[in-house]
């Protein structure tokens, strides 16, 4: 007989209350109650027990939506499971280096969401004007103590002690660059020391964690479009992806197309390094541990891949475990802040997979969760035993790995 349960509770109201979801074979049992009081249930026998949990995952959902959590025990995988209201995508999300707070962006909002008790804080709020896009990326420094934030070209850091909020980049698409952003995101070294940024003039900045300007390389081109860049784990190395003007993001494949370039820049001595080309678009675009190999997404949706960035020769891929010959299907991968470890976004249940760095293996069960999203957020805490994932559809885990 088919058994399954959850038990949520809304930690941030007078009294916590509680909602527990079950499945005993064919039967949906609904319990709610507050405080230590005594549970009202109901039961509901549904045809098959698939329609059971379809039922229960139904409600847990709109549950989650409204504002209740998943604490996890000590034993649990998953210490934290929460979701936005409404379909609020969670792919603005970082993790607290420390692991302790989940840092979201919804609602024209940045939140911090705690998670050992999964009670949810406003901490800043962009104009009603600048809601037309939403915010971005949202990311913490090396302290924990200040977010780093995108609403449509802006760049600013917002410091969560003194409330003092400062503009690092800015861009208007179309009038003074040309950086998409929905496809150019700052981002950090493995550290947090240094920050890649895209600005007015089709720039591309590195600054180091207090603002100031260590690297500028532009991007201005009559026939070539910067998609993307990353910094290496030391910050010692600038990736820069280039595409063709004439290929449109999404909708046409850059085949054959020598434009479709990455340059890599070292960012001490100011000079590029390698020109690595692209057989076709990609996407998460970064650097392996050892700052030898690059490594892409092929057609955004397959991977990784790495390459050489001396050679441009392929040095190893994900593969699809149903299918040796084929890619893994990846939205999102990121490594640990140590390199130890490589974690892999994928689809829908067992969506999500943390590997050994160095062997990859593929054989790993997937981590527990449900998840029904494609993963397309990645952050580990700085000592890699905690994950947070987001994706299309709002649902945030932080895991313990």
Same mark, same amino acid.
């Given at each position: 007989?088919?058994?399954?349960?959850?038990?949520?509770?809304? +930690?941030?109201?007078?009294?916590?209350?509680?909602?527990?979801?079950? #499945?005993?074979?064919? /039967?949906?049992?609904?319990?709610?109650?507050?405080?230590?009081?005594? %549970?009202?249930?109901?039961?509901?026998?549904?045809?098959?027990?698939?329609? %059971?949990?379809?039922?229960?995952?139904?409600?847990?959902?709109?549950?989650?939506?409204?504002?209740?959590?998943?604490?996890?025990? #000590?034993?649990?995988?998953?210490?934290?499971?929460?979701? +936005?209201?409404?379909?609020?995508?969670?792919?603005?999300?970082?993790?607290?280096?420390?692991?302790?707070?989940?840092?979201?962006?919804?609602?024209?909002?940045?939140?911090?969401?705690?998670?050992?008790?999964?009670?949810?804080?406003?901490?800043?709020?962009?104009?009603?004007?600048?809601?037309?896009?939403?915010?971005?990326?949202?990311?913490?420094?090396?302290?924990?103590?200040?977010?780093?934030?995108? #609403?449509?070209?802006?760049?600013?850091?917002?410091?969560?002690?003194?409330?003092?909020?400062?503009?690092?980049?800015?861009?208007? @698409?179309?009038?003074?660059?040309?950086?998409?952003?929905?496809?150019?995101?700052?981002?950090?070294?493995?550290?947090?020391?240094?920050?890649?940024?895209?600005?007015?003039?089709?720039?591309?900045?590195?600054?180091?964690?207090?603002?100031? @300007?260590?690297?500028?390389?532009?991007?201005?081109?009559?026939?070539?479009?910067?998609?993307?860049?990353?910094?290496?784990?030391?910050?010692?190395?600038?990736?820069?992806?280039?595409?063709?003007?004439?290929?449109?993001?999404?909708?046409?494949?850059?085949?054959?197309?020598?434009?479709? /370039?990455?340059?890599?820049?070292?960012?001490?001595?100011?000079?590029?390094?390698?020109? #690595?080309?692209?057989?076709?678009?990609?996407?998460?675009?970064?650097?392996?541990?050892?700052?030898?190999?690059?490594?892409?997404? @092929?057609?955004?949706?397959?991977?990784?891949?790495?390459?050489?960035?001396?050679?441009?020769?392929?040095?190893?891929?994900?593969?699809? +475990?149903?299918?040796?010959?084929?890619?893994?299907?990846?939205?999102?991968?990121?490594?640990? +802040?140590?390199?130890?470890?490589?974690?892999?976004?994928?689809?829908?249940?067992?969506?999500?997979?943390?590997?050994?760095?160095?062997?990859?293996?593929?054989?790993?069960?997937?981590?527990?969760?449900?998840?029904? @999203?494609?993963?397309?957020?990645?952050?580990?805490?700085?000592?890699?035993?905690?994950?947070?994932?987001?994706?299309?559809?709002?649902?945030?885990?932080?895991?313990?790995?």
């Amino acid at each position: 007989m088919r058994q399954e349960q959850v038990t949520l509770v809304l +930690p941030d109201s007078a009294g916590p209350k509680y909602r527990r979801f079950g #499945v005993s074979g064919a /039967e949906f049992v609904r319990a709610a109650w507050s405080g230590s009081g005594k %549970a009202r249930e109901t039961r509901k026998e549904f045809a098959d027990p698939a329609a %059971a949990v379809v039922a229960l995952r139904r409600e847990a959902d709109k549950a989650l939506r409204s504002g209740f959590v998943r604490l996890g025990g #000590v034993e649990d995988p998953v210490a934290l499971e929460f979701m +936005p209201p409404g379909k609020t995508s969670s792919r603005a999300l970082d993790l607290h280096p420390d692991g302790h707070t989940v840092l979201i962006a919804y609602d024209g909002a940045i939140r911090l969401v705690d998670v050992a008790t999964g009670v949810r804080r406003t901490v800043h709020a962009v104009p009603t004007a600048e809601r037309l896009t939403g915010i971005d990326s949202v990311l913490f420094d090396a302290t924990g103590t200040a977010v780093v934030y995108t #609403v449509g070209g802006a760049t600013r850091r917002f410091d969560l002690t003194t409330l003092h909020e400062e503009q690092l980049a800015c861009y208007r @698409q179309f009038e003074d660059a040309l950086f998409n952003p929905y496809t150019v995101q700052p981002s950090w070294d493995a550290a947090r020391r240094r920050l890649v940024v895209f600005d007015a003039g089709d720039r591309v900045r590195v600054l180091d964690a207090a603002g100031a @300007q260590v690297f500028e390389v532009s991007t201005q081109s009559a026939t070539t479009e910067c998609r993307g860049a990353a910094l290496s784990p030391s910050g010692r190395l600038l990736a820069v992806w280039r595409v063709s003007r004439g290929v449109v993001y999404g909708h046409r494949d850059a085949t054959d197309d020598p434009t479709n /370039e990455v340059e890599v820049w070292d960012v001490e001595t100011g000079r590029p390094t390698a020109r #690595v080309p692209l057989a076709w678009e990609i996407g998460d675009l970064g650097f392996d541990p050892s700052e030898t190999l690059l490594l892409v997404n @092929q057609r955004r949706v397959n991977g990784p891949f790495a390459l050489s960035i001396d050679t441009g020769e392929p040095a190893w891929h994900f593969t699809n +475990p149903h299918h040796p010959n084929g890619w893994a299907t990846c939205y999102a991968w990121a490594y640990s +802040p140590d390199g130890r470890r490589i974690a892999i976004g994928g689809h829908r249940t067992g969506a999500l997979h943390v590997y050994d760095a160095n062997l990859r293996e593929a054989s790993g069960r997937p981590l527990p969760g449900y998840d029904d @999203q494609r993963v397309r957020r990645l952050a580990f805490s700085t000592d890699g035993t905690l994950l947070a994932t987001g994706g299309d559809f709002g649902r945030v885990f932080v895991r313990r790995v």
